[in-house]
């Protein structure tokens, strides 16, 4: 059964900084990796996808890895900013066609 | 992009009422859609897959007599939360799987979500 976990649970970092958030998970038979933003009481904004077969994507300040073989994908913000305070959630496709999700990274920027 | 919705987007019901909650996809045909609960601290949990013109696909410990699915078309498909109690409360996400129009096929795209109080 596929696993996600991700680390840390918690982050706050003074505005500026560079980061990089941890997604693990236990099966490598992956169709794509998806990281996903949530907002209080919003639904989930897509932020990046990753295809089995690639091993990385960038979107503006955001760029997010794969290694499959290993079960590891990280998702690094560059520069950040107060608006990125949000709860990143990082979630694999299996085969099956569905989503196995991690808890979670709640971010916190101070400005 | 391909956009998906929800409604309502909260409700709240008395205890042993049902309640529908419907997810679009509004600019693309989507013949699988996906339902998920979360509770608050928890992660995302998938409850069923809906395929339209079939049953839905259950997830273990879901019960499907509580849950009703029904995916009537390739862009409606409607979660009835049926006798509804207090620990029903939670936030329901749909998602649909791009088939043709807008969507890609390789994509699910998410509702906004409905939350749901059952007092």
């Known amino acids: 059964k596929q696993e996600v976990t991700q680390i840390p649970a918690a982050l706050s970092v003074p505005e500026g900084e560079n980061l990089v958030l941890n997604c693990s998970f236990t099966d490598s038979a992956i169709y794509n990796l998806q990281w996903f933003r949530q907002d209080p009481g919003k639904g989930l904004t897509s932020l990046l996808l990753i295809q089995s077969s690639q091993r990385e994507q960038t979107s503006g300040r955001l760029n997010a890895s794969l290694d499959k073989s290993s079960g590891r994908s990280t998702l690094y913000i560059a520069a950040s900013q107060p608006g990125d305070s949000a709860t990143y959630l990082c979630?694999?496709?299996?085969?099956?066609?569905?989503?196995?999700f991690g808890p979670g990274t709640r971010l916190s920027v101070l400005p | 992009g391909a956009v998906v919705s929800q409604h309502p987007s909260w409700v709240i019901c008395k205890s042993g009422t049902s309640v529908k909650i419907e997810c679009r996809s509004l600019d693309f045909q989507a013949t699988t859609m996906f339902w998920y609960r979360q509770f608050p601290k928890q992660s995302l949990m998938l409850m069923a897959t809906?395929?339209?013109?079939?049953?839905?696909?259950?997830e273990q410990g879901v019960e499907k007599d509580k849950f009703l699915i029904n995916h009537a078309s390739l862009t409606l498909s409607t979660l009835t939360v049926t006798s509804a109690h207090p620990e029903d409360s939670s936030f329901y996400i749909c998602?649909?799987?791009?088939?043709?129009?807008?969507?890609?096929?390789?994509?699910?795209?998410f509702g906004p979500g409905t939350r749901l109080t059952v007092l």
């Open positions: 809906s395929n339209e013109g079939s049953k839905a696909t259950y």
């Open positions: 998602s649909a799987l791009g088939l043709a129009g807008r969507g890609s096929p390789d994509t699910q795209y």
């Open positions: 979630a694999v496709l299996t085969y099956g066609q569905n989503f196995v």
